[in-house]
């Protein structure tokens, strides 16, 4: 027994099985997020006062130059493979992957940072939700990490058997990988800036 | 993104056009059916669970209605065996018959109705029905499944901790939710993460199987009701869920992590301040948990209706009555539930302009249901109907389901929620929607595909004692809660409310005879449980189509093997040709073609 419709599209829907299931749970993910920031702006117009300046802007502007910047390589790992080029896809997933340590290595010394005060999520409404959405986004990127590296691990060996469904495997990566870099880009400016 | 592709795959060329080869030997019991992922052996797997469950969860209602006949009197039976910290002497403490009532809700609600609908009737029926040799991730399939199982094992777990499970209804709002005691309240958010997940895992599975997965010629206007239904039910998990889970975070953070999304500043318990942040907002809580639960309601219902529209054509042999606005209205339904969610929070004092916004789309909301119960109805007309035991309950939910949806009516409107809100008229609108209603629905498609699951009929005699029995005792269980809601007795009190004036009398009395008809509707389960096992092994052998229906999932063998069917079905027609003028037989499947020389 085989399901169709795994490597090549439905004719009538142009997709296939794979595709339609990422971009649906993008979707239910557009709604977690949209609800996490309604919350955000519904505590804050609903409090006396909101602390400005609570944040390195400098440790979060880089954060977004790396978020980007992966985003960009993760896109060259797919086109590579697009291009037959193997070697160099395995090159730019694994700088993919280390961006997003980096990513969270920085994040780890932001949190340090917050604990050494003694100010954690409890210390303030600003701080408990700053804690909530980024803690998410991290968990975000250490899920994305895990399929990178199952990608550069055990799952290459697929490239071998199917050439055509492994591609189709890391642009279905790459489509959560940007979703998430793109939560990111409204979390800086709404956490950091604003 | 997972696929089960046994072999080579060849490489780029099409894989669907060929035959059904059984391309590895028997699998062991624990690959057969435990961890399976074929999604009958999933959706029979999510059935008993989720029978199981509403089981459990009735139970807790008995136990409840011992405690509101009766309230102060020992529990027979089972009293002595509750424990010092539930029932001294097996007299019901306050605290557990909160903790009762909040797990009743949340059993019934996620781990049995739901899974039971979806899970359960959605794995099993909607592949078969579309023509598909499975799910489209069947080992995201077999994933949601074991989520679900551990949300479930968490949920009762949280009976066994100190200080019992939640106790905040189910609808567990803070800041009771989120104070210090309580610590089953922490459970039931991590085993509300598991069954959120569970459900969306399920519902992106769903979607993309009826979008990819039909069989050549099934146009969506020819797929059967019951696909429709599960389709929108399926957007509605996927994207009202997620807003819970936010919620959930929010609050395991406030129980957890010690931030104050959820509570005030200044807030006082027992006497003393909280030392909390505060700046929270409780209502924000409401808003989030209603964006889902609203839906819910309709993922609830939608399913149901697809079970009764598909057992209704079927046993009155004839086609049903304006297919084309069914569709049309389960996905108006779809969208409008969406926009409906505050009409749970008049009495927040949110204002009177939201009010006024969310009063006008719940009534406008009304207008699809009410068209698809009009257009099963007329179904009816001018039919000779076959009595079977699945049609008896089919017919059953719709004056029920109508009472339900009626009644929900004047809690729609603000002026008239206010005296009604929070009293047992409440608990009559939905429970009239939800269990002679949905619930009376999935046992109809149980009764209903049980042959085609098993390849065995279940007993009808005792069907038909199982239905009049629970039919007359639901009713006496639920009929009385109008008149105690408008005498304005509230849904919490454990002990019925004796101490206020305005209860005594009738109100209170009837306590007695709706706790009777609950124990007397718990025996005429028996007949059911009796004949759903011993049917499986004695039951009355049947062959493919014992029916005589028209859509595909009659077209396999009953059981199916993997993979489903013998052949690559192909569809002809739309799904309820019964009674064709000039046709030799009452019935024309989907799958027969009109030239005898080019079917299969």
């Not at chain 2, 080992?139 to 968490?154: A, C, D, E, P, Q």
């Not at chain 2, 269980?477 to 408008?486: A, K, N, R, S, Y």
């Not at chain 2, 919490?492 to 305005?502: F, L």
Request: one cysteine or more; charged letters at 10%.
């Amino acid at each position: 027994m085989n399901i169709p419709y795994v490597v090549e599209e439905r004719p009538d829907s142009g997709l296939t099985n794979g595709k339609l299931g990422i971009w649906l749970f993008l979707a239910s993910e557009v709604m977690l997020f949209g609800a996490l920031f309604s919350s955000y702006i519904i505590l804050r117009v609903g409090s006396v006062e909101w602390p400005h300046g609570e944040l390195n802007i400098w440790l979060g502007a880089a954060n977004t130059v790396i978020l980007i910047s992966s985003s960009v390589t993760m896109v060259m790992a797919w086109a590579s493979l697009k291009l037959g080029d193997f070697a160099k896809h395995r090159l730019y997933l694994l700088a993919t992957f280390l961006l997003s340590a980096f990513f969270l290595v920085n994040k780890y010394f932001e949190y340090a940072g917050h604990f050494a005060k003694g100010e954690g999520p409890w210390h303030s409404t600003f701080l408990a939700i700053y804690f909530t959405l980024t803690g998410l986004h991290g968990i975000h990127i250490l899920g994305g990490m895990v399929v990178m590296l199952y990608f550069i691990g055990p799952g290459a060996k697929l490239y071998k058997k199917n050439p055509e469904q492994f591609t189709n495997r890391i642009e279905y990566t790459g489509l959560y990988w940007h979703f998430v870099d793109l939560v990111w880009i409204f979390l800086f400016p709404v956490l950091y800036l604003l | 993104m997972d696929n089960v592709t046994h072999g080579s795959v060849a490489h780029g060329h099409a894989q669907h056009d060929h035959a059904h080869g059984d391309d590895h030997g028997e699998l062991g019991f624990w690959r057969k059916y435990v961890f399976s992922v074929d999604h009958k052996v999933i959706g029979i797997q999510y059935t008993i669970t989720g029978l199981l469950f509403l089981l459990f969860g009735f139970t807790l209602m008995m136990v409840m209605r011992w405690q509101l006949a009766y309230p102060g009197r020992p529990i027979p039976l089972i009293g002595a065996w509750l424990g010092q910290d539930r029932a001294p002497m097996g007299i019901m403490l306050p605290e557990f018959y909160n903790q009762l009532g909040a797990m009743h809700g949340t059993i019934m609600v996620f781990l049995g109705v739901v899974p039971l609908a979806v899970g359960g009737f959605g794995n099993f029926v909607m592949p078969l029905q579309i023509g598909a040799p499975d799910m489209a991730f069947p080992k995201i399939n077999m994933v949601s499944y074991w989520v679900y199982f551990l949300g479930g094992v968490t949920m009762i777990t949280s009976f066994f901790l100190r200080g019992g499970a939640a106790q905040s209804g189910w609808t567990s709002y803070p800041p009771l939710a989120t104070l210090p005691i309580a610590n089953g309240q922490t459970m039931w958010l991590v085993g509300m993460i598991f069954l959120i997940t569970s459900s969306l895992l399920g519902s992106i599975n769903f979607i993309t199987t009826i979008v990819q997965l039909r069989a050549k010629g099934l146009t969506y206007m020819r797929l059967p009701f019951f696909v429709w239904a599960q389709f929108v039910t399926s957007f509605l998990l996927l994207l009202a869920f997620p807003p819970l889970e936010a919620a959930g975070v929010l609050q395991l953070m406030d129980r957890v992590a010690g931030t104050s999304f959820f509570m005030p500043s200044g807030l006082v318990v027992s006497g003393k301040a909280l030392a909390v942040a505060g700046n929270g907002n409780p209502l924000l809580w409401q808003h989030l948990f209603w964006f889902l639960a609203h839906p819910e309601v309709y993922v609830l219902i939608l399913p149901a209706m697809g079970i009764v529209a598909e057992i209704i054509a079927n046993n009155t042999r004839k086609p049903l009555w304006g297919y084309k606005a069914l569709v049309y209205s389960v996905i108006f339904l779809g969208f409008m539930s969406f926009v409906v969610w505050a009409h749970h929070m008049f009495m927040t004092g949110m204002g009177t302009t939201m009010s006024a916004f969310f009063q006008t789309t719940t009534m406008i909301i009304s207008i699809p249901s009410v068209i698809i119960l009009t257009a099963l109805l007329l179904s009816l007309y001018g039919a000779s109907m076959r009595f079977t035991t699945p049609m008896l309950f089919a017919l059953a939910f719709l004056p029920m389901f109508g009472i339900g949806g009626l009644t929900g009516l004047p809690l729609g409107l603000a002026v008239t929620d206010i005296p009604l809100h929070d009293t047992y008229y409440v608990i009559g609108h939905f429970h009239y929607v939800v269990a002679p209603g949905t619930i009376f629905a999935l046992f109809a498609g149980i009764y209903y595909w049980f042959p085609k699951a098993t390849g065995r009929m279940m007993n009808e005699t005792l069907g038909k004692i199982h239905f009049w029995g629970s039919f007359i005792c639901i009713n006496i269980v639920f009929m009385p809660m109008f008149i105690q809601g408008l005498a304005g007795m509230n849904r919490r009190m454990y002990d019925g409310g004796a101490q206020y004036a305005h209860n005594a009398g009738l109100p209170l009395k009837l306590n007695i005879y709706m706790g009777m008809a609950a124990w007397a509707l718990g025996l005429f389960q028996l007949p059911f449980i009796y004949n759903f096992f011993a049917s499986i092994k004695w039951g009355r052998k049947v062959g493919i189509n014992p029916w005589d229906a028209t859509t595909l999932e009659w077209s396999a063998p009953s059981p199916p093997g993997h993979g489903n069917f013998l052949t690559e079905p192909i569809v002809y027609r739309g799904p309820y040709e019964y009674s064709v003028p000039g046709a030799a037989r009452d019935f024309t499947p989907q799958f027969e073609s009109d030239k005898p020389e080019q079917g299969r």
